[in-house]
């Protein structure tokens, strides 16, 4: 029944928000290339600078099945964008990256901090090219601070962020959250702040600079946990399975076939669940008639519940659960998340096709419907330096110049 469910179709007639801006990206990687994805997927013209014979990391890695030229982690946040090649360790790259710098509205690049001010492409220089920038710096840690200069990779801020220490068993702690999850938190928040810059821009007129750091957007993303500790002196601690709220209903339990996750917090859903797993009169009992009964027997309840739960498959009680509105869902892989009808539906993922391989790819969207519409790409990812000749062109290179910095090994 999966298949009958085909991957949404980029909507290729929905306005887009940010048509008209464009976008100067200097990214490599994860976190500035999903910033520019989003805004891409929001309508804006990005064209990214790659190194000349080698681009975005990210090219390399696992080809795309039948497009050898792409890697499956560049074409996740690179399509819809143009490329071009340019050196920036020669004077002339960086003078052309410059002149480009003239012609967009926004520069974002994610540089260790100070890199940028190094080469002489930095805030400074580009406000220089244009008054009213907005330039956007996605780093580790931040432009300002101790830890600034510090390289960074997702699973170094993590620890970083304490968030590894969380995550497991008390036993079992630290451990890395699966995906790079920091990355594309701060590309989000790189976006976030990109839209609102525009807006100020309009606003006022003048340059705008946004400074996102990781550790910033993977905190603040952890608000709860922050604001027990700030404001209650309460450290939580890694509770494996069981959710944070520390419901005994609460958590990730055994069935006859696959693990289910179900929440039952307040009352009313406790008295559902209950009905629906067959054991109306368990809250009879004395030691789980009340919140706190059920907290001092937690692991006498939490049986209990097992008990009924190995009676039927996870997908049985996921759907009589929801049903009587007690939060519930088997626990899938990521692969069947993305093969279950209500993603697919909900155009999370999205067939693109590469006209030059002849093949097609599988692109992930904004993750948010705009007027009712998921937001896609509308173009493949590009081939290195695809775009060069007609962005230098723009700019008033002649040909014969063009062929020249071919040659040096500028572009």
């Not at 659960?321 to 697919?344: G, I």
Request: aromatic content about 6%; overall charge neutral; glycine content about 10%.
């Amino acid at each position: 029944m999966v298949a009958a469910v085909p991957l949404a179709a980029p909507d290729l007639q929905q306005p887009r928000p940010l048509t008209g801006v464009r976008i100067l990206d200097l990214t490599t990687v994860l976190a500035g290339p999903y910033c520019t994805y989003q805004l891409a997927l929001l309508g804006a013209e990005v064209t990214k600078l790659e190194r000349p014979g080698a681009g975005d990391w990210a090219r390399s890695g696992s080809p795309v099945t039948g497009i050898p030229e792409f890697s499956a982690q560049f074409v996740a946040q690179n399509a819809a964008k143009r490329s071009i090649t340019l050196n920036l360790q020669s004077g002339h790259g960086r003078a052309l990256a410059l002149r480009l710098m003239a012609q967009v509205d926004v520069v974002v690049e994610n540089f260790s901090a100070g890199v940028a001010d190094r080469l002489g492409i930095g805030f400074e220089a580009a406000r220089a090219q244009r008054r009213d920038i907005v330039y956007c710096a996605i780093s580790g840690y931040g432009q300002t601070g101790p830890m600034a200069r510090r390289p960074a990779y997702d699973h170094v801020v993590q620890a970083a962020s304490g968030v590894t220490m969380l995550t497991g068993t008390a036993e079992s702690v630290p451990n890395r959250i699966g995906p790079p999850i920091f990355d594309y938190l701060a590309g989000m928040y790189g976006a976030f702040a990109v839209v609102a810059a525009l807006r100020e821009r309009d606003r006022t007129g003048n340059a705008q600079m946004v400074d996102v750091g990781m550790l910033d957007a993977g905190l603040v993303a952890m608000a709860s946990t922050m604001s027990t500790i700030a404001n209650s002196g309460i450290e939580p601690t890694a509770k494996g399975n069981t959710a944070a709220s520390g419901a005994p209903a609460s958590g990730i339990f055994a069935t006859a076939d696959g693990l289910l996750s179900m929440t039952a917090n307040q009352d009313a859903q406790l008295f559902r669940m209950c009905k629906v797993l067959g054991l109306g009169d368990v809250l009879q009992d004395a030691r789980f008639c009340s919140a706190e009964a059920r907290s001092t027997h937690a692991s006498a309840f939490r049986e209990v519940l097992t008990v009924a739960l190995r009676a039927d498959s996870a997908q049985a009680w996921e759907e009589r659960l929801s049903a009587a509105h007690v939060p519930a869902t088997k626990v899938r892989t990521v692969k069947e998340a993305m093969a279950d009808p209500h993603v697919r539906q909900r155009g999370v993922m999205q067939t693109l096709h590469d006209p030059q391989s002849g093949h097609d790819m599988q692109v992930p969207t904004i993750g948010f419907l705009w007027n009712q519409h998921s937001l896609g790409p509308d173009t493949p990812p590009p081939r290195l330096g695809e775009h060069t000749d007609a962005t230098l062109a723009a700019l008033g290179v002649e040909a014969g110049e063009i062929a020249a910095l071919r040659r040096d090994g500028v572009i």
